[in-house]
């Protein structure tokens, strides 16, 4: 993938500027998509876990041969295996797309060269004056 920056032979520079402050952004974004699918795939093994205790709890627990409860226990435990299925294709598909999304955002870093790091609204409220609000930037 290649997302690159083609540099200007303007003197001034500004073509290249703008085509590093484009890679820039397109960088902040891929990382909050990364950081999104991340907490996403999280989320996801944790209800996992839960599902699993839920079956497995389920499966220990005794089915008397004979009561009117049998057939109520028997669907309580076929939904739990039918949560934990579909929380696991949830997960599957949770986890391509942090795979998917930490490529784009390898490809990008790479090409950028280091890690731009989006200003808080604090730092955002303190610089508004001042003509140096430029984000902060963390080198490779």
């Not at 955002?124 to 984000?135: K, L, P, T, W």
Request: charged residues 30%; aromatic residues 4%.
């Amino acid at each position: 993938m290649n997302v690159g920056i083609q540099k200007s032979r303007n003197s001034d520079g500004r073509h290249w500027n703008i085509e590093k402050a484009d890679l820039e952004k397109r960088t902040i974004e891929a990382l909050q998509r990364y950081r999104d699918a991340f907490a996403r795939a999280t989320e996801l093994e944790r209800q996992e876990i839960a599902a699993r205790r839920e079956v497995s709890k389920r499966l220990k627990a005794p089915i008397p041969r004979v009561s009117p409860a049998r057939s109520q226990l028997i669907q309580a435990g076929q939904a739990a295996i039918f949560r934990l299925n579909h929380i696991r294709l949830a997960l599957n598909d949770g986890a391509a797309t942090l795979d998917s999304a930490y490529e784009t955002l390898a490809v990008l870093l790479d090409e950028l060269g280091y890690v731009p790091v989006q200003a808080t609204d604090d730092q955002q409220r303190r610089d508004a004056g001042s003509e140096c609000a430029i984000d902060e930037t963390v080198r490779l």
